[in-house]
């Protein structure tokens, strides 16, 4: 598992180097290093993490989970605002983002809740109770505004949840939910969250407005960029589309097209065979975890590599909606690469205490 995270992680600085070889831009020319740097941090992590007993994390869960809507209100308050006008960051020496800390929070604190619950998740009041936890937190994100963030913890939640043992009962009871919610979630969404959907459902028409215009000419550069690759890509460091900036935001949302033009479908192929590879070994993590809580921890790990993963690479092929979620430990983003590294850590701390192993 931690050779392949590794393998990711190498595949993601070569390719951010490739899409932001060249540039002009202080932001883009710093991102390689930074990234290296986050990865050097975040491997730290991750072995510090695997050092401690993920039953012990889990027994601070209040402390975690006051932690952590602390630091999103502190977001909300001093928190940095971003180009596209989000605030999302704060400073600690590095900039990062406490929403991709959330995601893995959020795990720990739900696992060991579900794991108290275990016997009474019959009871539809428990079932909310653990949505409460997830919500307060959630809410925070939304208003960043972050709506992909949100979805990916809503969907954490709900594949931990029924992992744990949720009643087809209440599945109903939440799929009516969703529902009567979306009208509302859409009255609150931001108009450039709005043009995404605009843009998912169609850009083949003629656009007139500017913002969902340059959203469409991501979507289109983007396939033009998956489209030219080929079964073996035109070469690392050698595709048209990045190499003469068509392609935007290329090391960040759209680096699985930079990686299908450069790399062509064996390149792209093999991404997903390391992801997969990766959940497998998370998964049989979880089958050999010794307690409710560690299963639960594999399982929402996994239920985020798999999610960012999806929609990362949906949007680039124009299947989903543009999010802004990274391809796990490929993108280029240091927050996200360093939740996802605690989060193996913590996977790692529950194979490591499981009665099987030796």
């Known amino acids: 598992m931690f050779g392949v995270v590794l393998i990711l992680i190498i595949y993601g600085v070569l390719m951010i180097r490739s899409a932001t070889i060249g540039a002009v831009d202080t932001d883009l020319i710093s991102r390689v290093p930074r990234q290296i740097q986050y990865a050097i941090i975040g491997v730290v992590l991750l072995f510090i993490v695997s050092a401690i007993d993920y039953r012990l994390i889990c027994a601070l869960q209040p402390y975690i989970y006051g932690f952590l809507v602390f630091l999103l209100g502190l977001v909300a308050v001093l928190g940095q605002v971003g180009a596209a006008g989000a605030q999302r960051w704060l400073t600690v020496g590095l900039p990062v983002q406490p929403s991709e800390l959330a995601k893995v929070l959020l795990v720990v604190i739900l696992a060991q809740h579900l794991q108290k619950q275990y016997l009474k998740l019959n009871r539809l009041q428990t079932v909310f109770l653990s949505l409460g936890y997830v919500g307060v937190p959630a809410g925070f994100i939304f208003l960043q505004p972050s709506l992909g963030i949100t979805i990916l913890i809503m969907f954490t939640w709900a594949v931990m949840i029924y992992a744990a043992g949720l009643r087809v009962k209440h599945i109903l009871i939440f799929l009516v939910l969703v529902m009567v919610g979306a009208p509302i979630l859409w009255a609150n969404m931001k108009d450039y969250q709005r043009s995404r959907i605009f843009t998912f459902l169609g850009c083949d028409d003629e656009v007139i407005d500017k913002e969902l215009a340059d959203a469409c000419y991501n979507i289109n550069q983007a396939q033009i960029s998956i489209g030219s690759g080929g079964a073996l890509g035109k070469g690392y460091a050698s595709g048209t589309q990045s190499r003469l900036r068509f392609l935007r935001v290329r090391h960040t949302d759209f680096i699985f097209s930079v990686i299908a033009e450069e790399l062509g479908f064996v390149g792209s192929a093999l991404v997903f065979v390391l992801i997969g590879v990766l959940l497998w070994r998370i998964m049989r993590v979880a089958a050999l975890a010794r307690d409710p809580a560690g299963a639960l921890i594999c399982y929402g790990i996994a239920a985020i590599i798999f999610f960012q993963t999806v929609v990362s ?44 192993v030796g």
């Open 313 to 356: 690479t949906g949007m680039n092929l124009s299947i989903l909606p543009v999010t802004g979620l990274t391809l796990p430990f490929i993108s280029s983003g240091g927050s996200s690469l360093l939740t996802l590294l605690v989060g193996i850590g913590l996977v790692q701390s529950v194979i490591m205490r499981s009665e099987r």
